[in-house]
């Protein structure tokens, strides 16, 4: 299993960015290879509620991979975690 934490940036179908921190890895079950995990943006926004397929994250270095939004949810009054999966090879 391969992970990466740090910083990231998420662009939405508008081509809005939206920068913030991510955690992610890869799973290797049954045959089965894909990444996915969590990202946790520097400032909330409507937008990003209502995101589901067809984003792009970058990570440093220009590393880019597709994600879909599977899950947000509040952490605090003006945080939220929004739960990625990843689509293709990973970017890390």
Not at 41 to 58: M, Q, R, V, Y
């Amino acid at each position: 299993m391969t992970t990466y934490s740090g910083p990231a940036r998420l662009t939405l179908v508008d081509g809005t960015h939206v920068s913030g921190m991510a955690s992610l890895s890869t799973n290797q079950r049954g045959g089965i290879q894909g990444w996915g995990g969590t990202f946790r943006p520097d400032k909330t926004s409507a937008d990003l509620h209502n995101a589901s397929d067809g984003l792009h994250l970058e990570l440093p270095y220009d590393q880019i991979g597709t994600v879909s939004v599977t899950g947000v949810r509040k952490l605090l009054a003006t945080q939220m975690l929004v739960s990625l999966a990843g689509s293709g090879p990973a970017p890390f």
